[in-house]
């Protein structure tokens, strides 16, 4: 074997030693990321009153009227008096099938007794309609699911992550702003503080 070669050859092997050592590095990053979020005892990120993607905290909620799966229109400021938790979600987003039980559980459970009304907005400018009832059929969701189907209220609201989750008290001003999925604990420990 020449020189030329074992120089080559010994190049290719160090390579290959730093792609190993890299990928190992890599793997025990993302286990490492996965175990911490694993770990964390609250799902879901609050928005801060400053964050770009608030849509006000403190504020009155941007009222809007939306068309139910029958076809019934519904409009946020009728359930003033109510708590709402308003959520944004869509049938392809892995973490909104994930919270979507826990919703239904709450409302079952809780909701009449806790004055609160769900009220679901799917992402249908992304959906299909089939889709849409699909889901809520497979998950035997009860509450209200409304359409989106124009911009507008996405825009309203800055909803640029799913699920995006708002606590609205009985007054009808925005207290909380959630981006991720929320289980059944979290939903209870946000409504309760509610006014």
């Not at 609050?46 to 009155?60: A, T």
């Not at 809007?64 to 938790?85: A, H, R, Y």
Request: charged fraction near 25%.
């Amino acid at each position: 074997m020449s020189n030329n070669m074992k120089k080559a050859l010994g190049a290719i092997v160090i390579i290959a030693l730093v792609a190993i050592a890299a990928g190992m590095f890599i793997h025990d990053k993302l286990e490492e990321n996965k175990k911490n979020a694993l770990d964390d005892d609250t799902p879901g990120y609050e928005v801060g009153k400053g964050s770009p993607q608030s849509v006000g905290l403190e504020k009155p909620a941007p009222d809007f009227t939306l068309n139910t799966l029958d076809g019934n229109p519904l409009t946020l400021s009728d359930l003033k008096g109510k708590k709402v938790i308003l959520n944004f979600w869509a049938t392809w987003c892995p973490p909104c099938k994930d919270e979507m039980p826990h919703f239904q559980e709450y409302y079952e459970k809780y909701a009449e007794e806790d004055n609160v009304e769900i009220v679901a907005v799917n992402y249908t400018l992304n959906d299909k309609m089939a889709s849409v009832e699909n889901f809520v059929k497979s998950y035997d969701l009860t509450f209200p699911v409304l359409l989106m189907e124009e911009e507008d209220v996405r825009e309203t609201y800055k909803v640029y992550t799913l699920p995006s989750t708002f606590f609205i008290n009985s007054k009808g001003v925005i207290e909380k702003q959630v981006l991720g999925p929320l289980d059944l604990d979290t939903l209870r420990n946000y409504v309760t503080a509610l006014e």
